[in-house]
């Protein structure tokens, strides 16, 4: 937006300290009152398109590459859907739990990166913090101990990841219809010798972000919050799942929207709108339409949604979190943290359970079925519910992708955030200094949005020009927004 | 005398790369000691404000945000490092240079399944920066001074080619540093 003698745009870009591109416009009126804040995602990858053409085989290593910080989450949710074109609907126990323990390393170094290396420097030294200390160098300068925990605790998640997927980031672990290794008893025995402390430290983390999120819940409950849904996959029981259930959405109030729908039927539920002011998909709920529809995904609706953890520290951590507002939803947006670090140790509990089962060095690694011409995966990633479709020809070609990924839900919970901290902080001050900004990022950053995953579906119809010769043969080729 | 001063970005990337970086785990205090982080997307430095001796680019170009980026890199980093797949080749990104871009978009906004678009508009802002005709390698826009490959490369050759870089020596990566997949 230019500038206008009546309006005054501010721009943070880009935003610090989260996964990937993006940046917030502020558009302040004469009185200095905000008009508008919005949070833009600057690239565009296009990948439903360009996979086109692949073999369905390529997909849970090719997709992946949409991002780095949660590569094995895309891995798994396209492993799911080529299970399906392979006609597998059943794993074999040895490949369903080398999968889940990825899964469950892969949250443990997610949420801990976005925690310690990420979020942490603003709980720590405050949102308005000296610049040059609000980061992980000026935590590990000042609090070296939790810097190294942090370190550490996802470094011990990556090291479960390269067990499971053979590398830590953009592994090869699962394939159509199954995995391709077991855990030998000799990784086995090298991430055991380490579990207990990491369960030590997973708790701690949990005692962290509890005792600040309740120390400052008088600051917190406004703090770019507001009332939503909530979407995510739960058990068939009821308990938080994050790699196989049925979707379960609730309102604000803890009404049930729809539950246990099987992961094929999505698109009869969801549906993402195009609005003409952004270039974002918004996605919502479509029994109660693009206005009112919209979800909250991730730590906060997942903590939410489930009737119980299937863990016992966990579980107790939860009853804890679901006490604040007496079992119904918990609508503060700087509460994700809290829930974020309960999933942490949920996951490492998980992990431990996990390492002592001798499934995980069976022989039996990989199933075949009848082959489909299409198939869902569905899986809950570190930063919500994670959608991928695909269709395939007799070639084996992939000739339909549709991707939600976890942050585009969160589009309209991120840009309400952003408009709320705006409108509260910045209004009508004086002087906007670089610490007010920063609030709008830590709203932003409660989120942990993946801008990077979220890249893969932005952008804008170009206005093509090409430049011709005298033949009429194109020479230069510019497309502009 | 001051410690020299890195600098990093993710253009048309995955993160991958940086994550990488961040798999030197405790090493990364030892790097501290080493170097003064200066702009990157792990502090809320916006802007250059000093010279610096390395910069390590991830991903490639597909907007012209990226190539301004990748242009101040340039300009404020003594020795700039492509690393990884697309900085150096365009990577999996660059896969959309073989499909018209209009295509890319059509089954984003309208075409896709889920799509809900009642009057087939495409969303249209001034603030989403230029989109390139193709994704381009780092080093067809500017110099490149090294290339580390690989999606991503890993945390230890990431590490001895930085240590080398940031000590003056020259950057020995054997086989097991530089063999993939």
Known sequence: ?481 | MSKPKIATTSLAGCFGCHMSLLDIDERILELAELVEFHKWPINDRKSFSAQCAVGLIEGGCCNEENVEVLRTFRSSCDVLVSVGDCAIMGGIPAMRNMVPLEECLQEAFVDGPTVHNPTGAIPNDVEIPLLLDKVYPCHEVVKIDYYLPGCPPPADTLWEALVALLTNKPISLPYNLIKYD
């Open chain 1, 1 to 481: 937006m230019s500038d206008t003698p009546e309006t005054r745009r501010i721009v943070i870009e880009p935003v610090t300290r989260v996964e990937g591109h993006g940046k917030v416009t502020i558009l302040l009126d004469d009185e200095a009152k905000v008009k508008q804040a919005r949070l833009h995602i600057v690239e565009f990858r296009g990948f439903e398109r360009f996979i086109q053409g692949r073999p369905f085989w390529e997909l849970p290593v090719l997709v992946q590459r949409l991002c780095g910080i949660c590569p094995v989450s895309h891995h798994l949710a396209a492993a799911k859907a080529v299970d399906g074109i392979v006609g597998v609907d059943t794993l074999t126990p040895t490949a369903l739990k080398m999968r889940l323990l990825m899964h469950h390393g892969q949250f443990l170094q997610s949420h801990a990166l976005h925690f310690f290396h990420l979020s942490s420097p603003d709980l720590l030294f405050g949102f308005d913090a000296d610049v040059n200390e609000r980061n992980v160098i000026g935590v590990a300068a000042k609090y070296p101990e939790l810097a190294k925990q942090g370190i550490l605790l996802r470094k011990y998640g990556q090291e479960i990841i390269k067990a499971t997927a053979g590398k830590k980031i953009h592994g090869t672990g699962a394939i159509p219809g199954g995995v391709n290794k077991n855990l030998s008893l000799e990784e086995r025995d090298q991430l055991l010798s380490d579990i207990d402390q990491i369960m030590e430290w997973a708790s701690g983390a949990v005692t962290l972000a509890k005792d600040y999120t309740l120390e400052h819940l008088d600051d917190l409950s406004g703090f770019g919050s507001f009332e939503s849904n909530h979407l995510s996959i739960v058990r068939s029981d009821g308990a938080y799942e994050i790699y196989d259930g049925g979707l379960r959405a609730q309102d604000a109030e803890g009404n049930i929207i729809f539950d246990h729908v099987e992961n094929e039927k999505y698109d009869e539920y969801l549906a993402e709108e195009v609005r003409s002011w952004t270039y974002m998909k918004f996605p919502f709920i479509k029994e109660i339409g693009p206005e009112e529809g919209w979800y909250r995904v991730g730590p906060l609706a997942r903590v939410n949604n489930c009737d119980f953890f299937d863990t016992p520290e966990a579980e107790k951590e939860c009853k804890e979190f679901k006490g604040l507002t007496d079992g119904k939803p918990n609508n503060i947006t700087m509460a994700y943290h809290w829930a974020r670090m309960i999933e942490l140790l949920h996951s490492a509990e998980k992990i431990q359970e996990l390492l002592d089962d001798s499934d995980l060095q069976g022989e039996d690694l990989v199933v075949t079925g009848e082959r489909r011409d299409e198939a869902v995966g569905v899986i809950e990633a570190p930063r919500g519910t994670l959608f991928h479709h695909y269709r395939v020809n007799e070639d084996d070609q992939v000739t339909m992708a549709n991707l939600i990924v976890s942050t585009t839900s969160n589009n309209e919970p991120m840009n309400r955030a952003v408009q709320k901290v705006a409108e509260d902080y910045l209004s009508g001050v004086p002087e906007i200094t670089e610490g007010l900004l920063n609030h709008v990022e830590v709203a932003i950053r409660a989120y942990d949005p993946c801008l990077s995953c979220a890249t893969h579906a932005m952008g804008q119809m170009p206005l093509i020009v090409e430049l011709m010769d005298r033949q009429g043969r194109i020479v230069d080729r510019k497309i502009k927004g």
